[in-house]
T-cell receptor, first 115, second 115 residues
Framework: EAGVAQSPRYKIIEKRQSVAFWCNPISGHATLYWYQQILGQGPKLLIQFQNNGVVDDSQLPKDRFSAERLKGVDSTLKIQPAKLEDSAVYLC?????????????FGPGTRLTVL | AQSVTQLGSHVSVSEGALVLLRCNYSSSVPPYLFWYVQYPNQGLQLLLKYTSAATLVKGINGFEAEFKKSETSFHLTKPSAHMSDAAEYFCAVSEGNTGFQKLVFGTGTRLLVSP
């Protein structure tokens, strides 16, 4: 079974530029999460999707961050415009609604550096 | 609100020594608890999980953890450390058996293993 895929793995941009990250969850997983992991901290949930609907985006900075999950499969997280404090690893995770529904599976992450 | 406290941002052990990583949680409902491991430049990998069944949980790579409700703890142990165990370890909590699982992570403990 293929794992959660993310791209790009690394991205360097200057502040005020825009950037987008892509995530492909494990096949059949209805729930998809985006986390932000700042250096030295644990991951923090940004947004959670169930199929193509948003379940929780309470910690998403909506003035600059946006996310979508078209057709309930792939998802894209966008930052526009980026700030220095957005430098972090962005992790995507997915979860089954079946037998392993209590477990989130994580992708390798995208490391964003904002200069 | 749920939270997790991981005591010690760094833990150093010698190869072959006991590994003990501490995690205390706070939850107003019966929790599910997780330990994840993160190797450099990789995503999070599930080590083990407690989901209200047996209180002593065995995971991958020889790790285990014991859920102690009276102490609100879920410490991670391994009898004998190996060099390959050097990584960052995260404890996480979620509200028990709910449909939309939201993980709250601790700040992580970096395990250093010396020869």
């Amino acid at each position: 079974e293929a794992g959660v895929a993310q791209s790009p793995r690394y991205k360097i941009i200057e502040k005020r530029q825009s950037v987008a990250f892509w995530c492909n969850p494990i096949s059949g997983h209805a729930t998809l999460y985006w986390y932000q992991q700042i250096l030295g901290q644990g991951p923090k949930l940004l947004i959670q999707f169930q199929n193509n609907g948003v379940v929780d985006d309470s910690q998403l900075p909506k003035d600059r961050f946006s996310a979508e999950r078209l057709k309930g499969v792939d998802s894209t997280l966008k930052i526009q415009p980026a700030k220095l404090e957005d430098s972090a690893v962005y992790l995507c995770a997915s979860r089954s609604t079946g037998g392993t529904r209590d477990t989130q599976y994580f992708g390798p992450g995208t490391r964003l550096t904002v200069l | 609100a749920q939270s997790v406290t991981q005591l010690g941002s760094h833990v150093s052990v010698s190869e072959g020594a006991l590994v003990l990583l501490r995690c205390n949680y706070s939850s107003s409902v019966p929790p599910y608890l997780f330990w994840y491991v993160q190797y450099p430049n990789q995503g999070l990998q599930l080590l083990l999980k407690y989901t209200s069944a047996a209180t002593l949980v065995k995971g991958i790579n020889g790790f285990e953890a014991e859920f102690k409700k009276s102490e609100t703890s879920f410490h991670l142990t391994k009898p004998s450390a190996h060099m390959s165990d050097a990584a960052e370890y995260f404890c996480a909590v979620s509200e028990g058996n709910t449909g939309f699982q939201k993980l709250v992570f601790g700040t992580g403990t970096r395990l250093l293993v010396s020869p």
